[in-house]
Each structure stands twice: as C-alpha cells, then as structure tokens.
C-alpha cells in the first residue's frame, strides 16, 4: 500500500488551465476505474472534486476534469480561480477493499 | 443536512488506546460503506479502514492488527478503536461517507462525498 506519486507544487495564473499527476501501478491507479481527486483548503475537510477517474459530483464547477492512462490519472483545472488554490489529492482503489491516497499537491494561483 | 461527527480525540501515551465515534445524521447510515482516513500533521491524507454494509472491514497494513472499526446502525454511529498507539499515529482522523449499497451491489464506488471535521490524536509521552 504505497502512496500514489503527485507532484509537491503546481502553479498558474488565473484564467489558465493547470494538470496535476498521479502516478501508481497497475495494481491500483492503472487496474482500475476508481480514482478519485479530493480538494482541501487550509483547515478544512477535503471535499469530492473527481470520482470515478472522469466524473463529477453535482454542484463541482465544469472547469474541473480528470482523466487516466495506464498508471497514470491526471486532474485539470482549466481557467484557474483564485479559490481553486489549494491542496489536491488523488485516491484509487488498490484491491481487496483497500485504497491509497496521493501524497498531495499544493497548487498555488498566481 | 447531511453530517458526519466525530469525537473522541486526544493526547495519550505510547502503547495507549483511543476510542473514537462518529455520529452520522441526514442519510440513511445503514445503506452507506464508511471510511476513516487520517492526516499526520502538515502531510497528506491516509486512508485507515473501511466497514461495509454488512459489517465487513478492512484496514491498512500500517494499523492492522492495532485498530478496530465498529458500526452500529441501530445508532447511526461508527467507532474507531485506536489500541498499541505510536507516535506515527499523531494526525487528525476523519470518518467518511463512502458507496451506497444495495442488494449486494454499491456505487459509485471510491467516492468519498461526505467527511466529518475530523478529531486530533495525539500520542506522546
């Protein structure tokens, strides 16, 4: 049960579209369809942005989109707001009713 | 509204144990998978342990054999027994809203939709 692979930090300026990555194995992020991003602000819970690799939760703005290949997902947030700065994470499904989380990213709005 | 409330957090010394609760309002509790995922102060997110519908549960290799998750739908609660702590179990642990089930099929599955505040561990001498 490793953690999934994030890059530390990304950036952008507002109005830009930013890409975060996850990287696992084919034993969790590349052998299935579960893979979940997760949004956290400073002292707060995280919230449900992504859920099943590509799809979201009512109310997540449309500018939010994931997507995966092999044992790579991505999240992309494109024309950045100032509120979407903030921790992300990513989150698979890892067999036998386990799951594993992504070390996190903290994305800053220029 | 739909809520999630845990208590039961704070200090105590290596090797103690640890009750936490989750109080659950808003949804019926005992259609839902729950979850309880921990955050070690200033990193990222962990997840502990999962119970099913049935009362099925499973954990991470890091605390298996050392936590114990419980649910009661009666009461729409969830416990988390914390027993052998470490240091490395200092972190602040949410209960989670994980797939509806029913009749034996749950979805959508992997999204944690509903978290609580979450309730601070500490373990030190």
């Known amino acids: 049960q490793s953690a999934l692979t994030q890059p530390p930090s990304a950036s952008g300026s507002p109005g830009q579209s930013v890409t975060i990555s996850c990287t696992g194995t084919s034993s969790d992020v590349g052998g299935y369809i579960y893979v979940s991003w997760y949004q956290q602000h400073p002292g707060k819970a995280p919230k449900l942005m992504i859920f099943e690799v590509n799809k979201r939760p009512s109310g997540v703005p449309g500018r939010f989109s994931g997507s995966k290949s092999g044992n790579t997902a991505s999240l992309t947030v494109s024309g950045l707001q100032p509120e979407d700065e903030a921790d992300y994470y990513c989150h698979s499904y890892a067999g036998s009713n386990t799951w594993v989380f992504g070390g996190g990213t903290k994305l800053t709005v220029l | 509204e739909v809520q999630l409330v845990e208590s039961g957090g704070g200090l105590v010394q290596p090797g103690g144990s640890l009750r936490l609760s989750c109080a659950a309002s808003?949804?019926?509790?005992?259609?839902?998978?729950m979850h309880w995922v921990r955050q070690l102060p200033g990193k990222g997110l962990e997840w502990v342990s999962g119970?099913?519908?049935?009362?099925?549960?499973y954990y991470s290799d890091s605390v298996r054999g050392r936590f114990t998750s419980s649910r009661e739908d009666a009461k729409d609660s969830l416990s988390l027994q914390l027993n052998s702590l470490r240091a490395g179990d200092t972190a602040v642990y949410y209960c989670v809203r994980g797939s509806y089930c029913r009749s034996g099929h749950c979805y959508p599955v992997g999204a944690f939709d509903v978290w609580g505040q979450g309730t601070m561990v500490t373990v030190s001498s």
């Open positions: 808003g949804f019926t509790f005992s259609s839902y998978d």
């Open positions: 119970l099913g519908t049935i009362g099925d549960t």
